[in-house]
C-alpha cells in the first residue's frame, strides 16, 4: 500500500554546502516557521553545532507543502550528521527515508564526504535528487559540478537541480521535485507495528525521547511496546511530531516520522537502530541494518586541578545523556591522579567532547595520546583487544600485534596528487588507485592506519593541499604491524600518563621529542633529573633537566614581607598543581607541552 501524500527524504551534503540554509528555506517556504520567529538555522540547535558549524544531531521536522498538483503533502526532513564518525547514525537516518537531495556547493564541487554519503543513499536502494547550490556566488562553476555528477554519480546532467539555498532561487522547482521523484513510503498493512528508531534525545523531564520513522503499523499514547534488540519492553507516554517543537498527538501512523516517550529514563537503554514493536502483537524480525557501536579511539581525560574531579564526574555523565557513543570509565594514573579512560567514534568525535568539556563546562583538561584498539596476539595463542598502553602486556610474553587499518577516499585538485602520495607513504599507508573525478580533480583510495588518522593525518592533507583536499573514511580490518608499547621514566620511575602505543620505527623520535619537551617545561630542580624513553626496558632517549636551586625570594631584596608572602603563597598555589613523580614536581604545563605534542 502506497501512502501517496508523504515524502520521506533528507538532505546530503559536504560541511559548509549549505544544508542547513536549504533546510531554512524549505521551513519558510512551507509556512512551517514564520519570518518573524525566524533565526538563522533553527534546525542547528546546539550551540557548539552552530560555532563549529557541525552538524552532530539529527533533527527531524514535519512540513505540509502545497504543490502545485493543488494536492497538501507531508514533508518529513531528516537532517543527517555531517561527518564520517557518524556514518551509522547517517545510515539509520538515511534508512528512515525513501529519497536524499545531495547538495553540492556550487564553487566546491564535490567533495570526498559528498561521494561518501551519496554511496551510503544509494547502499540504502534512496532515489537521490542531485542538486547544485550557491549558484548565486561568482565563483560557481556549475559545468564542473555537473561533469563530477555524472563521473563519480553516474547521474545524467539534466537531472540535476540549480539553486541558491540563500537567495531562495530554485527551491520552489526543488520542493516539486520531491514531490514527483521521491517514491512515497509503502507499508504492509498486514505488519504489526514496526518503528525505527534514528536518533534520540535525554530530556531531564521527560526521559528519552526516540526519533522514529513508522514503517508498518501505529502506534498509540498508553500502548505496551517492545524495542526488539535491546529486548526492553515499556509503556508509550507521548507520541507526537516534529513542527519544528516537538508537538504532541494520538498516534503515529505508517509512514509517518515523530517522536515516541516512554517511560524508560536512561538513555544507554535506547540505541540508535532498533526497531520497536508491539508488546501484544509483535513483529517476527527486526528491520535491518541494527549495529551495536562500538569506540573506535580512546583517550585518558583528566582535570588539571584535582579540585575539578567531580565536576568532570558530572559534566561527563551530562554529555554522555545525548551521546551513547561516547563511552567513559573512571580510572586513575599515579601521575595525574583520578580521571577517565574515554572511547570515542573518531578524531572528530573526540574534539567535540572535549571542546564542550572545556568551553560548556569551563575547565581545563589533559588529555593522553590516543589510542586505537589493538589485537595482541600472545605466545600461548590467546588474543587480547588492548586500547590503553598500561595494558599492554610484556613484550616477551607477545607473539605479534595487529592495527586497525581504513580504506580512505581522498579528492583533491590533480596538482597535489604527488603531495598526498607522499603524505600517505609518511603515514604508513599505500595508495590503492586513482580515479578521474572531472579535468581538474582526482579522488585518490587509500589505505592506512587508523592511528595516522586519528593522530594529524587530516590537518595535514588540509595543509599539502592549500585546503582543497577533503577525505572520509571506512574501517578496513586488521593487518600486522611492529606496535610498541612507549614508556617515558622521569628519575628511572614510569609516568603512565605519558605511556604510548606506537609503531616500532616511530618510538625513537616519539621518544626524544618528548624527552625534550619534558626537559623544556620541567624547571630546574635541586638535583640531577634524568628523562629517558625506553621500549621493553631498553633506553632508547634520555634528556637531562637542569640542576640549579631557585630561589623565589632572590628579586626581593630587603625588607617587603607582604610581597615575600605573596610569592611564597603564589609558590604553594602553584605547587597545589604539580604533580609528583619520582621525586620530582612536574607543572601541568609539562603535561600539556607533551601531550600537546602527541
Ligand atoms: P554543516 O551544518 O556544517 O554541514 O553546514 P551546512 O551544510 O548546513 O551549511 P550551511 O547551511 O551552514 O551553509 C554554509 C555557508 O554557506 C553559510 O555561510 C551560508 O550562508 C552559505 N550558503 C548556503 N547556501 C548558500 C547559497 O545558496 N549561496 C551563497 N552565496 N551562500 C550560501
Same mark, same amino acid.
Do not use: L, N, Q
Given at each position: 500500500e502506497k501512502l501517496t501524500n508523504i515524502r520521506n527524504f533528507s538532505i546530503i551534503a559536504h560541511i559548509d554546502h549549505g544544508k542547513s540554509t536549504l533546510a531554512d528555506r524549505f521551513l519558510l517556504h512551507t509556512k512551517t516557521i514564520e519570518e518573524r520567529t525566524f533565526h538563522d538555522q533553527v534546525l542547528d540547535a546546539m550551540d557548539l553545532e552552530r560555532e563549529r558549524g557541525i552538524t552532530i544531531k539529527s533533527h527531524p521536522v514535519r512540513m505540509h507543502y502545497d504543490a502545485d498538483d493543488g494536492r497538501t503533502y507531508v514533508f518529513n526532513l531528516i537532517d543527517t550528521p *555531517?561527518?564520517?564518525?557518524?556514518s551509522y547514525e547517517v545510515s539509520r537516518s538515511l534508512a528512515a527515508c525513501e529519497g536524499a537531495i545531495l547538495l553540492i556547493d556550487a564553487a566546491q564541487g564535490v567533495q570526498a564526504q559528498t561521494l561518501a554519503n551519496a554511496n551510503l543513499a544509494l547502499h540504502q536502494k534512496l532515489t537521490i535528487i542531485p542538486v547544485i547550490n550557491k549558484i548565486d556566488l561568482p565563483a560557481a562553476d556549475v559545468d564542473m559540478c555537473l561533469e563530477q555528477v555524472e563521473e563519480l554519480l553516474a547521474i545524467p546532467r539534466d537531472e540535476v537541480l540549480k539553486v541558491s539555498a540563500k537567495s531562495g532561487m530554485g527551491v520552489k522547482e526543488l520542493l516539486e521535485a520531491v514531490v514527483a521523484r521521491v517514491p512515497p513510503p509503502e507499508t504492509d498493512p498486514a505488519q504489526p507495528l514496526q518503528a525505527l528508531v534514528f536518533d534520540s534525545v535525554y530530556d531531564v523531564y521527560r526521559g528519552v525521547v526516540s526519533f522514529v520513522r513508522v514503517v508498518n503499523g501505529s502506534v498509540k499514547v498508553g500502548e505496551s511496546i517492545r524495542f526488539f534488540n535491546t529486548d526492553l519492553t515499556t509503556e508509550v507516554k507521548e507520541v507526537g511530531y516534529f513542527s519544528p517543537g516537538m508537538k504532541p498527538s494520538a498516534s503515529l501512523l505508517q509512514g509517518e516520522v515523530g517522536y515516541i516517550i516512554t517511560t524508560?529514563?536512561?538513555? *544507554?537503554d535506547i540505541h540508535v537502530g532498533d526497531t520497536i514493536t508491539g508488546y501484544l502483537r509483535a513483529c517476527k524480525q527486526p528491520l535491518a541494518g541494527f549495529q551495536h557501536v562500538r569506540p573506535m579511539v580512546f583517550s585518558g581525560i583528566y582535570p588539571?586541578?584535582?579540585?575539578?574531579y567531580e565536576a568532570l564526574k558530572a559534566n561527563i555523565a551530562k554529555l554522555r545523556l545525548n551521546d551513547s557513543a561516547f563511552v567513559a570509565q573512571p580510572e586513575s594514573s599515579i601521575a595525574l591522579g583520578a580521571g577517565f579512560r574515554c572511547g570515542f567514534l573518531g578524531l572528530l568525535h573526540m574534539e567535540i567532547v572535549q571542546e564542550r568539556l572545556r568551553r560548556e563546562y569551563n575547565m581545563e583538561l589533559l588529555l593522553t595520546y590516543p589510542s586505537v584498539i589493538y589485537h595482541v596476539f600472545m605466545r600461548d595463542g590467546s588474543m587480547k583487544e588492548v586500547d590503553n598502553p598500561l595494558h599492554m602486556p610484556d613484550p616477551s610474553h607477545i607473539s605479534h600485534v595487529e592495527e586497525p587499518m581504513i580504506k580512505s577516499q581522498i579528492i583533491a585538485p590533480a596538482t597535489y596528487l604527488g603531495a598526498i602520495m607522499n603524505l600517505v607513504m609518511d603515514k604508513r599507508g599505500i595508495c590503492l588507485k586513482t580515479d578521474n573525478v572531472d579535468h581538474i580533480h582526482v579522488m585518490i583510495t587509500a589505505r592506512l592506519p587508523l592511528h595516522e588518522i586519528v593522530l594529524d593525518f587530516y590537518d595535514k592533507l588540509k595543509t599539502v593541499t592549500r585546503g582543497y583536499g577533503s577525505m572520509d573514511y571506512e574501517p578496513d580490518g586488521y593487518e600486522t604491524s611492529p606496535t610498541v608499547k612507549l614508556e617515558i621514566l622521569v628519575n628511572s620511575e614510569p609516568v603512565d600518563a605519558f605511556a604510548s602505543i606506537v609503531h616500532a620505527d616511530r618510538a625513537v623520535y616519539r621518544a626524544r621529542m618528548i624527552c625534550e619537551r619534558l626537559r623544556e617545561a620541567i624547571p630546574p630542580q635541586m638535583f640531577k633529573v634524568a628523562i629517558q624513553g625506553a621500549v621493553g626496558g631498553r633506553i632508547i632517549a634520555r634528556e637531562d633537566v637542569r640542576q640549579l636551586r631557585k630561589n623565589v625570594l632572590a628579586k626581593c631584596y630587603g625588607g617587603d614581607i607582604t610581597r615575600k608572602r605573596k610569592l611564597l603563597d603564589k609558590q604553594k598555589e602553584g605547587k597545589k598543581r604539580m604533580k609528583e613523580v619520582g621525586n620530582v614536581n612536574i607543572p601541568p604545563e609539562a603535561f600539556v607541552a607533551v601531550l600537546r605534542a602527541s
Open positions: *555531517g561527518h564520517v564518525d557518524f524508560i529514563k536512561t538513555p *544507554g588539571i586541578d584535582t579540585a575539578d
